[in-house]
């Protein structure tokens, strides 16, 4: 499934039906009088969110939404029957924004939020409801009220409970792949991940998503690289960690590097709590983590986590302390791996 977290389309609600010009007319009936009906309402634009969309690429294909206007009147006061209602279904954690790309119309972020972002426009009076005592055969009616029409921006902000960030090469997708079921691309270059990618981990009997977004560079924030794109999509997570590459040049620059990116692209990144990872310590002596453990903690990390994406060391006292930054879990939640007959099974949708 290809990946797409942008889209731009067009929508359109369904204009008001016309008002109808009609007199009665029946044997033995002495001035009849007028009897035409009003136009039907125009259909809605609705914005559902919906469990198991995963990426906008269906907009890619389909950029125009019309939704249908409404019948017009007819004689014998018969109104006209009213336009459906355009249901535009979104992922979950999709902001709707106007042609700007600025101001935000809509922020889906529950399974099943429905919002009615444009309304079909009335049904145009027919000539009965012009009738008067000084204008008892009125041949005036109304066209139905056009609709509103728009193009947006359709923006898609990923749901996951924790963030991974890091330069590129530091080893987010072993890491992601060692701890959940995503089979992420790994290479010994710098950005082999493209893509934001999705897992779900289970650790101590809580189940969290996890996303990773592309490794940033300095100026990611301005544009540089591939990760500034990407950089919404963690924007919603509780915790961040950090993976800095403890066999790279300058483990504190690279620390560095990142919070600066994180603090400049705004949205409250940077006041995100972080967990600060040294990973790669299988390819460096126990007496090197220490002092870079040390110089880490000197440049500002409140705490650091030795680990090892590729054999799993220390992972699970990093796990712990992403659970601590988590709700408590719930009565109903139940352990890893026990779901309900017919449940699906969480999975990276990418």
Known sequence: ??????????????????GAVSFRREMYV???????????KGGDIIFEAVPGLNTLIDFRYTQHFKAPRGGGGAGKNRTGAGGKDLIVKVPIGTQVLD???????????????????????????????YKTSTNRAPRQHQPGITGEELWVWLR???????????????????FINKITNTKAKVGAYAFTTLRPQLGVVRHRNREFVLADI???????????????????????????IHLIDANGSDPVEAMEIVE???????????????????NKIDLIDAELVAAFSA???????DQVFPISGATGAGMDALMDAVIGHL???????RPAGEREEGEDIPWSPF
């Open 1 to 18: 499934m290809h990946f797409l977290d942008q889209a731009k389309i067009y929508i359109r609600a369904g204009s008001g039906g016309q």
């Open 30 to 40: 002495e001035y009849g009088g007028p009897d035409g009906g009003d136009g039907g």
């Open 99 to 129: 042609d700007d790309r600025e101001t935000v119309l809509l922020d889906l972020t529950e399974a099943g939020q429905r919002v009615v972002l444009l309304e079909g426009g009335m049904g145009g009076r027919g000539n009965a409801s």
């Open 156 to 174: 898609l902000k990923l749901l996951a409970d924790a963030g991974l960030v890091g330069l590129p090469n530091s080893g987010k997708s072993t």
């Open 214 to 240: 592309p490794g940033l560079i300095a100026g990611a924030a301005e544009g540089a690289g591939v990760g500034d794109r990407f950089l919404g999509h963690i924007e919603r997570c509780r915790v961040l």
């Open 260 to 278: 600066e990116e994180l603090a400049a692209y705004g949205s409250g990144l940077d006041e995100k709590p972080r967990l600060i990872a040294l």
């Open 295 to 301: 110089e880490l903690l000197a440049a500002g990390a």
């Open 327 to 333: 709700p408590a879990a719930t009565s109903t939640e």
